[in-house]
């Protein structure tokens, strides 16, 4: 029998087929029920700017990959998709074009590509561009469209409506607990904030429920872990419970945190970001609970009503030091139990 | 309770790094290594604690009373500089690694604008003997923070394959710029 | 006269930190030999490694601390050893000026393939798997020497080899140490005639593995004794030879650099051709030359047929 | 009683793919023409070759005395001639030196003579014996045997683990083993147990072998105690089955024996009460042919030094769209470029993949998923180590105090690489750090 030539290649030879092109689309399809609510809530606009926002994204890093003289199919990998439908989810819906191509060019190109593309990125790309655009655009990115259905009312959690000839817009639930706790606590409704159709607020944030729905997919398929998610919820939860016992009239109740603004949107989908978060489980846990803290303390004392976004910037800025310092004691390395020789039992 | 306000206001809303901007370049200069970095705050610290302490006795001692306060800054620049040479003296002795590791930027403390701008902004703010210490300790700790999540960022970016242009000092600024964006979460946090 | 206290306060200030200062900096005292920045200054600061040491400081450090016992600087050559005796005061090892050469001439048409060899980018990876080559120590040809020279002197060139330009190479030898399969050896600068096999393989390997590897026939050595033949592979050890020699070799692996560099030797079709066209007019002179010897033995051969 | 074993972190399940040959009875292949015997089949110094071209050998004959302390004997497989001794591909994909024997059919046996009561013998002789018949681990280490029988006075051993996990898919060698010569086994832990004076013996058998879980229950009787492992890769490797079965845990750098610990593969067993009891050398092992790119895939009992393309001649060859060989199983196996390679001592399989089994081999950049680092039988960091070495800051890792877990606990399992989504070659990486780490040592040393 004449002797057959192979292929050669690195043991192993077998993958489970997982590929990392397939995490980004799937975390990608996890947040297409939140889409879905902010498109009937606030109709053709929230569609516009989350398909925009996708589209420069996905464009301007192929460009990038062009000038760089690297494979720029590398754009339809999925993860710059997922950055500018997340960034598109964290902006008001009425958001003028220039200012969404400036946020993208903001998170793909300084806070990505700079750093040597996906998976080097120090910071999370939609986050940094939003806190970007929040601290260089702050009038723009406070003005919330008031949802379908709403647009008659008077006042919304005893803050007025203001009414422009193109808009009606109003405070968003956590605004108004911020500037009138006395008079917006008495009318807060939580199956509001809950199903979120009829609550002002960024496109993404507004359905918990649609919210929640994508979050049990991502962690049903484990492309997420439970770890980061549920520290940052229960720090959120235990310091609003807190504060709510210490001064019930000054601080809103901890499940009135947990379901209003970005945090569930925050916590599920971008804390979780493979890249800018830790890896071992110990550092996961500081890293939630480093969330929640910094959440809370910018939204009962700080200037923004919301605080999600800077908390998880700083503890991004965290991770690296978080990697380094939780990294569990490799399986052979405790002490040896060696049972004394000679002696018959020997612990099982 | 004024001192903690008055000590996550130095730390955190007024950090002498990402928000006042003072001491820029030992940020960017030592914090290539966690290690080095480490060693860097501890100088820091040890010196700006002691530089405040000096600078505002001799304040109230020497120049008040007689109405010298115009020669401040001249004045806090000298003592400022000879306690860097005390410390780098110690510093090869007692750790000649770090001392080697440190190089240029130990004698670089000397012109470092956060060290002197602590020592004025204490006189500037009035604060008395406690207040001063507390500014300077928690503000020495502020500028530690961020050096050190600044180096950790630095360490995990030297396995990223960054374009040409961008490697080094581009890349970093880009990172301080970042982190300080985050930092001005903190912005209105303490009134006053 | 006000002018006077301010002068005074800053006078005295001034004087008692000088006093204090000097008074630490004999309590702190820390000997530093001074030449060290002296040897640095003459070192050529390309901080390459090249000699063991982590850059130029460290070795001006290393120099002072052995006084001299360590390997001579490749990069500065003769003149930096002169200084560093001068300023030690002892007498350096002479240090030849050194270049680097790939001794392979193996390229994908005439080298055989083992197996079609997939998801591997660098030599040290293809290694691991046993050379994508049947010679296990020709030049794998992916390329990881030309990543660590500091001078980009080493390019690979279409036929998947690598070959060095001499007049870039300053003889750090970095690339020497990071090629998996040691093919790339120093040799003198002003050398001009190398063997361009490393194959240590008995002939019977050599042959089925490469149509231009080293078969250790020793006809060069019959030529010329600057040829050494060791361990089943011949190398050049004198510095130029007759370019005749060369024709002696079956396998064409020697290269005369006074008529064709290295670099046409392997890759370019032009020099190879009118190589074969040398090679065939000496061929022909050389077997008239036999043909002229031959007549004066017929006759004694005549003489003895019965 | 039947202990619970202990679980071990991480580890992965991939499609084990027993069912093509766990129930394929191991038939004998007839000695091939040409026999190809590598010199170096074993952990440490290749052995000394005795025999010069030319000179007739019979099988079980001697022609390779072991070189220095950890080495092994190497004996002719078969009766015939000596054609070549030189350089021959080997399985692993380097070239080693190797004793080419043209048999001549007659497969003339010359045995050693069997020992008689072998469990009233001297220890001493036992050992000589094993080392006389060249037996070495057949898990695939081949660490030589008559060395881990004797371990070194300063760690005594009180426990003896034999190892019939066999975690990596596909193969289904020692399950054969188990089944058909249960008692052979149970004779080699007897010998075991008197040479090493020890009374305490545990076997490990995943629970996808129920069958070899009974054989070897009915014919251990009360010399040992068989427990039933989680089916788990790399649930076979040493520390994590001396882990699953004793609790102790082996401290990096450090042999089983300094737990009071030494583990044997079952065939390993068997082929020591071969050489006391019939006295005859590690001539032949179960080889499972498998995979998808195989005709009829099966067990076979192989000659040592039977050349592959023989064996899959009698096997019944190839399917044509055969791409990849490999020799052990997918995941710690070697993809060999031909098939004119010898099956040598540590060879337990022979697996051929069709050409769309093959993985896609373009790797991408880390995500800092975590996967690995959860798929790590170690707890190690597959991710921070792939990214330091594709960049060659080798500095780096020996200042994170990363270099010892490398060279020493990583034993290259797969599970990193099975499960990385941007599938990077991280084993690979692992390879050309210990490459780099070794030529470091040796320009030093």
Redesign the interface.
């Known amino acids: ?16 087929g ?3 092109r ?2 980004m689309w799937s975390v990608f399809g996890a947040l297409v029920p939140a889409a879905a609510v902010a498109v009937y809530a606030f109709g053709l606009d929230a569609l516009r700017v989350m398909l925009l926002s996708t589209i420069l994204c996905v464009a301007m890093e192929g460009v990038a990959l062009l000038i ?1 003289r690297r494979d720029p199919a590398a754009c339809l ?1 999925g ?1 710059a998709a997922l950055t500018g439908f997340l960034l598109g989810l964290t902006l008001p819906a009425g958001l003028s074009n220039g200012i969404i191509v400036v946020g993208a060019f903001v998170a793909v190109i ?2 990505k ?8 990125n ?2 999370n790309p939609a986050l ?1 561009s939003r ?2 655009l929040l ?1 260089a655009f702050p009038k723009q990115l406070t003005t919330w469209p008031v949802p379908r259905g709403l647009e008659d009312i008077k006042e919304y959690m005893g803050l007025a409506v203001t009414r422009t000839t193109d808009a009606v817009t109003s405070a968003t639930p956590l605004a108004a607990i911020k500037e009138h706790a006395q008079r917006a606590m008495p009318n807060i409704q939580l199956n509001d904030l809950f199903f979120g159709v009829h609550t002002p607020g960024s496109i993404g944030e507004i359905s918990a429920l649609a919210l929640l729905l994508g979050a049990a997919f991502l962690l049903y398929r484990r492309i997420i ?1 439970w770890h980061v998610p549920v520290a940052t919820l229960a720090t959120v939860a235990v310091l609003g419970g807190l504060t709510h016992l210490a001064n019930p009239a000054k601080y809103a109740d901890p499940v009135f945190h947990l379901f209003a603004g970005g945090l569930f949107i925050g916590a599920f989908f971008m804390a979780t970001d ?2 800018t ?1 830790p ?2 489980p110990l550092g996961k846990i500081i890293y939630g609970v480093g969330i929640g803290l ?1 959440t809370m ?2 939204r009962l ?4 009503p919301e ?1 999600i ?3 998880i ?2 503890m ?6 978080l ?2 310092y939780t ?13 004394a ?4 039992g ?3 | 309770m004024e001192l903690l306000l008055l000590a996550i206001n130095a730390m955190l809303i007024g950090n002498l790094i990402l928000s006042k901007f003072l001491g820029i370049c030992p940020f960017l200069g030592v914090s290539r290594r966690l290690s080095t970095a480490l060693g860097m705050s501890m100088a820091v610290l040890f010196v700006m604690v002691l530089a405040s302490t000096v600078t505002w006795t001799l304040f109230y001692t020497l120049l008040k009373p007689l109405h010298l306060e115009y020669l401040r800054t001249i004045l806090f620049i000298l003592v400022i500089a000879s306690l860097v040479q005390l410390v780098e003296m110690v510093m090869q002795k007692l750790s000649p690694a770090l001392y080697e590791a440190l190089g240029i930027y130990l004698p670089l403390i000397t012109t470092n604008c956060a060290i002197l701008g602590v020592a004025i902004d204490s006189i500037e703010k009035g604060y008395g003997f406690l207040p001063m210490i507390v500014y300077s300790f928690f503000g020495a700790c502020g500028f530690a923070l961020a050096l050190l999540l600044f180096a950790g960022i630095r360490e995990r970016l030297e396995t990223a394959d960054m374009p040409k242009s961008f490697q080094g000092a581009a890349s970093s600024l880009i990172v301080a710029g970042i982190l300080s964006l985050a930092f001005m979460g903190f912005s209105g946090l303490v009134p006053g | 006269m006000s002018i006077l206290i301010p002068i005074l306060v800053l006078t005295g200030v001034g004087v008692v930190a000088g006093v204090a200062l000097a008074y630490f900096s004999r309590v702190f005292y820390v000997p530093e030999d001074p030449r060290v920045d002296r040897l640095e200054e003459i070192l050529p600061g390309a901080n390459c490694g090249a000699c063991g040491f982590a850059g130029c400081r460290d070795y001006a450090k290393g120099l002072v601390a052995k006084n001299g016992d360590v390997p001579p600087c490749p990069v500065g050559g003769k003149a930096v050893a002169e200084k560093i005796a001068e300023i030690l005061g002892v007498a350096v090892a002479d240090v030849e000026d050194q270049v680097a050469l790939v001794r392979c001439a193996g390229t994908r048409d005439r080298a055989t393939t083992r197996g079609t060899m997939v998801g591997v980018r660098d030599c040290a990876g293809a290694a691991l798997l046993g050379s994508p080559k049947s010679c296990r120590f020709g030049c794998i040809g992916f390329g990881d020497c030309v990543g660590v020279c500091p001078t980009k002197a080493i390019t690979v060139y279409g036929g998947g080899l690598a070959v060095v330009d001499p007049d870039l190479c300053i003889g750090c030898g970095l690339c020497v140490s990071k090629c998996p399969v040691d093919c790339i050896g120093m040799v003198p600068r002003d050398r001009r005639v190398h063997v361009l096999c490393n194959s240590r393989d008995p002939a019977l390997v050599t042959r089925a593995a490469c149509k231009v590897g080293c078969i250790a026939c020793n006809l060069c050595t019959k030529k010329d004794p600057a040829f050494v033949v060791a361990s089943n592979v011949a190398t050049f050890t004198g510095v130029t030879c007759d370019p005749e020699v060369r024709f002696a070799c079956p396998n064409d692996v020697i290269v005369h650099t006074d008529h064709t560099s290295v670099l046409a030797f392997v890759e370019s079709e032009a020099a190879r051709a009118d190589y074969e066209a040398e090679k065939a007019v000496f061929k022909e002179k050389e077997k008239a030359a036999r043909a002229a010897a031959r007549p004066a033995r017929e006759p004694k051969n005549a003489g003895e047929q019965p | 009683m039947t202990t619970q074993a202990n679980p071990f972190p991480g580890g992965i399940h991939p499609a084990y793919r027993k069912d093509l040959t766990s129930g394929c009875e191991s038939r004998p292949m007839p000695v091939p023409k040409i026999l190809v015997i590598p010199l170096s089949q074993h952990l440490g110094a290749p052995a000394k070759v005795l025999v010069k071209k030319g000179d007739a050998v019979k099988a079980g004959q001697l022609i390779a005395e072991p070189a220095g302390f950890i080495s092994a004997a190497v004996h002719a497989s078969s009766s015939g001639k000596v054609t070549a001794i030189g350089p021959v591909e080997l399985p692993s994909g380097q070239k080693g030196e190797a004793v080419t024997i043209e048999t001549d059919g007659a497969h003339e046996w010359a045995r050693m003579e069997p020992i008689s009561d072998p469990l009233a013998a001297d220890p001493k002789v036992l050992v000589e014996r094993v080392k006389a018949a060249g037996i070495v681990g057949l898990g695939g280490a081949t660490f030589p045997s008559h060395v881990k029988l004797t371990p070194p006075a300063d760690s005594p051993v009180d426990w003896v683990l034999l190892n019939g996990a066999e975690c990596e898919p596909y193969l289904t060698a020692d399950h054969r083993v188990m089944v058909e010569r249960p008692d052979r086994i149970a004779q080699g832990v007897k010998l075991v147990r008197h040479i090493m004076g020890v009374s305490k013996v545990s076997v490990g058998i995943e629970g996808n072998k129920p069958d070899a879980i009974e054989a070897m229950r009915k014919a251990l009787g009360d010399a040992g105690e068989v427990v039933e492992l989680p089916v788990k890769y790399p649930q076979g490797s040493e520390k994590q089955l001396i882990h699953a079965l004793t609790g102790r845990r082996v401290p990096p750098k450090k042999l089983p024996s300094s737990v009071g610990v030494t583990v044997f593969n079952v065939a390993t067993v068997a082929a020591i009460a071969d050489a006391v009891i019939d006295g005859t050398p590690l001539v032949e092992r179960v080889v499972t042919v498998t995979g998808s790119g195989v005709n009829q895939p099966g067990n076979f009992r192989v000659p040592v030094g039977a050349r592959v393309l023989d064996l899959m001649e009698f096997a019944g060859g190839y399917r044509e769209d055969a791409a990849q060989l490999i020799l052990g199983g997918p995941m710690m196996g070697r993809a060999a470029a031909t098939d004119d390679v010898p099956v040598v001592k540590g060879v337990g399989g022979v697996l051929v993949l069709s050409a769309d089994e093959l993985k896609n081999l373009d790797y991408g950049v880390c995500v800092r998923c975590g996967r690995c680092l959860r798929a790590c039988p170690n707890t190690q960091n597959p991710m921070l180590l792939g990214q330091l070495i594709e960049k060659g800051l080798f500095s780096r890792i020996d200042e994170e105090k990363l270099r010892e877990l490398v060279l020493d606990d990583c034993f290259e399992c797969g599970s990193c690489t099975f499960v990385c989504p941007s599938r990077r070659p991280l084993v690979q990486f692992f390879q050309m750090a210990k490459g780099y780490y070794r030529s470091q040592q040796k320009r030093k040393g």
């Open positions: 029998m004449e002797p057959r030539s192979f292929t050669v290649s690195y043991a192993p030879h077998v993958h489970d997982s590929s990392t397939r995490i760089m990998d993860s300084v806070a590509q700079v750093f040597g593309g996906l998976g080097h120090p910071f940094t806190v970007f601290i872990t493979y890249v978060a890896v071992w910094l303390v910018i004392w700080g200037g923004y605080g976004s800077f908390a910037l700083l991004n800025a965290a991770t690296p030091l990697d380094r990294v569990p004691t490799p399986f052979g390395s405790r002490k040896p139990d060696k049972a020789p000679g002696q018959a020997g612990e099982s």
